[in-house]
Nanobody
C-alpha cells in the first residue's frame, strides 16, 4: 500500500506564498496521476488540482487558477503544490491523493471517489 506524506503547510498572511510537498513511498507513483484536495472547517473536502502521470497535464478548480501550480518530480516520487497570492478563503487542511487507477486521466473533472489513497493532510492558515 502506497503511503503519502504531505509537508509544507503553515500560517501565512494574505498575499504570501507556500509550497506544499507530498512524498510517495513507492516508485509506482510515476504511473499515477496525482491530486490535491482541501477541507475547510465545517465544509466538504473539495478538489484543488490534478496532474497527469507523464507529460504533466494539469487541471485546477476555477478559484485557484492563475495562483496555484501543481507539479511533480517522478525521480523523487513527489508532487508539489505552489500556492501564490494566498487568500483567507484558502485556509484549509490540504491533502494529496492518488487515484484508484494507474494511467487514468480526467481532463475536466475529478471526484473524491476517483481516489483511494490519501495523505494525512497539512494545515494551511491564511490570516488577513
Amino acid at each position: 500500500q502506497v503511503q503519502l506524506v504531505e509537508s509544507g503547510g503553515g500560517l501565512v498572511q494574505a498575499g504570501d506564498s507556500l509550497r506544499l510537498s507530498c512524498a510517495a513511498s513507492e516508485r509506482t507513483f510515476a504511473a499515477y496521476a496525482m491530486g490535491w484536495f482541501r477541507q475547510a472547517p465545517g465544509k466538504m473536502r473539495e478538489f484543488v488540482a490534478a496532474i497527469s502521470w507523464s507529460v504533466g497535464t494539469t487541471f485546477y478548480r476555477d478559484s485557484v487558477k492563475g495562483r496555484f501550480t501543481i507539479s511533480r518530480d517522478n525521480a523523487k516520487n513527489t508532487v508539489y503544490l505552489q500556492m501564490n497570492s494566498l487568500k483567507t478563503e484558502d485556509t484549509a487542511v490540504y491533502y494529496c491523493a492518488m487515484p484508484r487507477l494507474a494511467k487514468d486521466w480526467r481532463p475536466t473533472r475529478w471526484n473524491l471517489g476517483d481516489f483511494n489513497t490519501w495523505g494525512q493532510g497539512t494545515q494551511v492558515t491564511v490570516s488577513s
